[in-house]
């Protein structure tokens, strides 16, 4: 879903203000309309993230203004300002609680929608909720990786994580841990090396991932 935050950074830019709340605005937008075009075209997340998120990367590349279109995707820590910090601080901490209030309900609902419409529980609004939270975490983690490798931050550590674990538990806490690790060291590896912190940040992660491939092959 990052690249649908695109065309709301270069609104951003073009009209002079802080394009990562234009960036907030396109995720939230589109994670209704996904979950809408879901329940009436009853076509696969996959399917519709996928039209999005072309639409989405064809007009923000027409209208990010060229200078500013490698930071758009890539991303660039070091404009990153303590609000900026605390901000996503605040974000991530409630983000987490409304997770974990879900959680179980998000399960259910993945392993059968009808034994949790059963027990009372509204797919559809949970299913809102949980997009919304995705898109709340894509947002955070555009600032350091830009639009085309924040998908990273949610996939590779949660692939890692998947690989050494043998419940859902430890699944939820290597995931939020592996996601730190790649962070910070990628960021202190840019650091070292002055190079721009979201590939090294992604690398860092692919590092964990084959080690955790490595890992799950040597317990067979």
Excluded: C, Q
Aim: proline share 3%.
């Amino acid at each position: 879903m990052s690249h649908v935050a695109l065309p709301g950074l270069a609104l951003g830019l073009l009209l002079n203000f802080n394009p990562f709340l234009g960036a907030f605005a396109f995720l939230f937008a589109s994670a209704v309309i996904i979950w809408h075009l879901g329940r009436v075209t009853k076509l696969s997340f996959e399917t519709i993230v996928g039209a999005m998120f072309t639409l989405a990367l064809a007009i923000g590349i027409l209208i990010v203004p060229a200078p500013d279109l490698l930071e758009a995707l890539f991303g660039d820590i070091t404009k990153v300002v303590l609000m900026d910090t605390i901000a996503a601080i605040l974000i991530s901490i409630a983000a987490i609680f409304l997770t974990k209030a879900i959680y179980k309900k998000i399960v259910l609902g993945m392993i059968s929608e009808d034994l949790a419409v059963s027990t009372g529980i509204n797919i559809g609004r949970i299913n809102l909720l949980y997009l919304l939270l995705v898109s709340v975490v894509v947002a955070i983690g555009i600032r350091i990786t830009g639009t085309l490798l924040v998908g990273f931050l949610v996939i590779v550590p949660a692939a890692a994580a998947r690989n050494v674990s043998s419940d859902l538990l430890r699944y939820s806490a290597l995931s939020a841990i592996f996601g730190a690790i790649s962070s910070a060291s990628g960021v202190l590896f840019s650091s070292y090396l002055t190079l721009a912190p979201g590939p090294l940040v992604v690398f860092s992660g692919i590092a964990i991932f084959f080690a955790s491939v490595l890992a799950k092959w040597r317990m067979k």
